[in-house]
């Protein structure tokens, strides 16, 4: 697993042209029923600061997603920092399908690497609403599609959680 921080240009239709000299600091990205959904503080000139939550179609966003890399944190200024978490296929997927400037790439340690199944399991919960609120799917629909337990299912989502909140938090 790799902990990856790219820029990229501001694209034209991005939310951040909403915001004029603002900066956002997006704190989810993930796609919604009608595009990509963002949670983001928003700071104005003025030094307001408010919370703005957003279901937008932005291209950008949605081929980063696409690439099987989770968004853990962008900011937006005069450019796009993203903070990213990915495996080394969805990082050369990523770097196939978005131009960018790579500013770091680092190694998590191979205890705190995610399984192929923690990952497609927890991609999956993602995905299909599992996380949202009210919940999309139930963790017995989960159990079923990989054809496994409840509890075996359970557990593999919070090991894999618990992975990358961990990594996430430098901890």
Known sequence: M??????TDIPN?????????AVLRIRNLCRGEKGIKA?????TPNGRTTIAIDEHRCPLAKRILD???IVSSAEISDCIVW?????????????DTVEFELIGKE???????LTFNEHEMLKFALERGFFDSPKKIKLSY????????????????RRAIRKV???YFDL
């Open 2 to 7: 790799l902990r990856v921080r790219i820029k």
């Open 13 to 21: 239709y991005c939310i951040a042209k909403k915001f004029p000299g």
């Open 39 to 43: 949670l983001a503080s928003v700071k």
């Open 67 to 69: 690439s099987g890399v």
């Open 83 to 95: 903070n990213l978490v990915c495996g080394e296929d969805a990082f050369r997927r990523l770097s």
């Open 107 to 113: 190694v998590f340690s191979e205890k705190d690497e």
């Open 142 to 157: 989960i159990a079923e599609e990989f054809g496994i337990s409840k509890s075996t299912a359970s557990e593999t989502l």
């Open 165 to 167: 909140l961990k990594n």
